[in-house]
């Protein structure tokens, strides 16, 4: 009888520290915090792009009527978007009083000419973030679990030029949302760029009393394994 015990109480302890370790091996790598941004860019750049009427061999001015941390991201996602839409699009950036700055994305190496319809596309970033929106322990000695909530909200319009006419106007909302382990967060979170780095707010007084019990579950359990032999 006293063998079983000590079975089942190994199988006990096992369990337990697989629950708890933070070393556990997930079924599928997540993202990177920077990678889920990057993706939701292209989606909500790829939706706005889809949608804006532009004629084939047109140049388009990038013009962002909006700082923030990942309006570089928005941005590069536009002129990608604009690149693979197969209208032998050229694109410059507009950076503000320092001038227009021209890179060419065509898919050809003919230059621009004076033939060329010049557009304006100007896009506002009403939100871009990530964040931690919540975590929980599914089991009192389940490890620590965390929701990522990515999210973008962009507005643009299109402007002919230089008659400054409104051609088009068109918004784009877009929101990616995981499940993944506290204990993975560090590897995926980035250095250089502060959005990336989201910080985790643990609420309430559970965050004290989690790991007292989950403490004196290990002593009991521990007592208990030496107690039957």
């Given at each position: 009888?006293?063998?079983?015990?000590?079975v089942?109480?190994?199988?006990?302890?096992?369990?337990?520290?697989?629950?708890?370790?933070?070393?556990?091996?997930?079924?599928?790598?997540?993202?990177?915090?920077?990678?889920?941004?990057?993706?939701?860019?292209?989606?909500?750049a790829?939706?706005?792009?889809?949608?804006?009427?532009?004629?084939?061999?047109?140049?388009v001015e990038?013009?962002?009527?909006?700082?923030?941390?990942?309006?570089?991201?928005?941005?590069e996602?536009?002129?990608?978007?604009?690149?693979?839409?197969?209208k032998?699009?050229?694109?410059?950036?507009?950076?503000?009083?320092?001038?227009?700055?021209?890179?060419?994305?065509?898919?050809?190496?003919?230059?621009?000419?004076?033939?060329?319809?010049?557009?304006?596309?100007?896009?506002?970033?009403?939100?871009?973030?990530?964040?931690?929106?919540r975590?929980?322990?599914?089991?009192?000695?389940?490890?620590?679990?965390?929701?990522?909530?990515?999210?973008?909200?962009?507005?643009?319009?299109?402007?002919?030029?230089?008659?400054?006419?409104?051609?088009?106007?068109?918004?784009?909302?877009?929101?990616?949302?995981?499940?993944l382990?506290?204990?993975?967060?560090?590897?995926?979170?980035?250095?250089?760029?502060?959005f990336?780095?989201p910080?985790?707010?643990r609420?309430?007084i559970?965050?004290?009393?989690e790991?007292?019990?989950?403490?004196?579950?290990?002593?009991?359990?521990?007592?208990?394994?030496?107690?039957?032999?």
């Amino acid at each position: 009888m006293r063998e079983k015990i000590s079975v089942v109480n190994c199988l006990w302890i096992s369990a337990l520290v697989f629950l708890l370790s933070p070393c556990r091996i997930a079924l599928s790598s997540p993202p990177t915090n920077m990678a889920m941004m990057e993706e939701l860019a292209a989606k909500v750049a790829g939706n706005l792009i889809s949608d804006i009427p532009l004629p084939r061999g047109a140049t388009v001015e990038l013009a962002g009527l909006s700082v923030s941390e990942g309006s570089w991201l928005l941005e590069e996602a536009l002129a990608s978007s604009l690149k693979n839409s197969k209208k032998d699009i050229c694109v410059t950036f507009s950076h503000g009083d320092s001038g227009a700055v021209k890179e060419t994305v065509r898919e050809d190496s003919t230059p621009p000419n004076s033939s060329d319809v010049g557009y304006r596309l100007e896009y506002r970033i009403a939100e871009m973030s990530l964040e931690y929106a919540r975590c929980w322990r599914k089991y009192l000695v389940a490890g620590l679990m965390v929701e990522r909530i990515a999210k973008a909200n962009v507005h643009a319009r299109l402007i002919q030029m230089p008659s400054g006419e409104l051609v088009w106007t068109g918004s784009d909302e877009k929101q990616m949302k995981d499940v993944l382990p506290a204990s993975a967060l560090s590897s995926l979170e980035g250095k250089s760029f502060p959005f990336s780095k989201p910080t985790l707010h643990r609420k309430g007084i559970g965050r004290f009393l989690e790991p007292l019990l989950v403490t004196g579950i290990v002593v009991g359990l521990i007592s208990l394994f030496y107690s039957a032999k």
